[in-house]
């Protein structure tokens, strides 16, 4: 297996552009995270889907972060439009339900926004 | 509430001798506890998980922790480091029922040759 597979690895941008970041979890799974790390506040989780449903949004900062998972292979996580402290590595991660707290990370995508 | 506390930001110590990266835990109820890695530039990778069975939990890597009620502690050990073990590593707790995570702040593991 390919394992977690994000888009793309690096991101820069100006303020106020529009990011979109993407995740292919490991086939199967029916859990997929999002979480942000920096190093001012460490690992943060902002959304988590359960069978392309998301169940619990409490830690997307603010209005400019949406995230989507359309089907079982495929989510997104936008930021519009984005700002300077956006920048961090935004990890997505993917687990099977019966194996819970076992998470699949991806490598990342390190975002910067100047 | 649950937390975890990760009670050294950084840890060095010479190849081949003993790694221990402390952990404290805060928990309601009888949590599950996790420990994950993480190398330079990469993705976190699950060491290993105490789930209520044996206290005494056997990972990845020759790494195992020690689950101790009383003291609300769950420690990672390794008889002897390697090169390879430097890395930043995450103590992890979470409650039943619930699937998000709480992360440690990290243990940055620095092996001197």
């Known amino acids: 297996d390919a394992g977690v597979i994000q888009s793309p690895r690096h991101e820069v941008t100006e303020m106020g552009q529009e990011v979109t970041l993407r995740c292919k979890p490991i086939?199967?799974?029916?859990?997929l995270f999002w979480y942000r790390q920096t190093m001012m506040r460490g690992l943060e989780l902002l959304i988590y889907?359960?069978?392309?449903?998301?169940?619990?949004d409490s830690g997307m900062p603010e209005d400019r972060f949406s995230a989507k998972m359309p089907n079982a292979s495929f989510s997104t996580l936008k930021i519009q439009p984005s700002e300077p402290r956006d920048s961090a590595v935004y990890f997505c991660?993917?687990?099977?339900?019966?194996?819970?707290?076992?998470?699949?990370f991806g490598e990342g995508s390190r975002l910067t926004v100047l | 509430a649950q937390s975890v506390t990760q009670l050294d930001s950084h840890v060095s110590v010479s190849e081949g001798t003993p790694v221990l990266l402390r952990c404290n835990y805060s928990?309601?109820?009888?949590?599950?506890l996790f420990w994950y890695v993480q190398h330079p530039n990469k993705g976190l990778q699950l060491l290993l998980k105490?789930?209520?069975?044996?206290?005494l939990v056997k990972g990845i890597n020759g790494f195992e922790a020690e689950f101790k009620k009383s003291e609300t502690s769950f420690h990672l050990t390794k008889p002897s480091a390697h090169m390879s073990d430097a890395a930043e590593y995450f103590c992890?707790?979470?409650?039943?029922?619930?699937?998000?995570?709480?992360f440690g702040s990290g243990t940055r593991l620095q092996v001197q040759p």
């Open positions: 928990s309601s109820y009888s949590p599950s």
């Open positions: 991660a993917s687990s099977l339900g019966r194996r819970h707290g076992e998470l699949f």
């Open positions: 889907f359960n069978n392309n449903v998301p169940i619990d």
């Open positions: 992890v707790v979470s409650q039943p029922g619930r699937r998000a995570l709480t």
């Open positions: 086939s199967g799974h029916d859990y």
């Open positions: 105490y789930t209520s069975a044996a206290t």
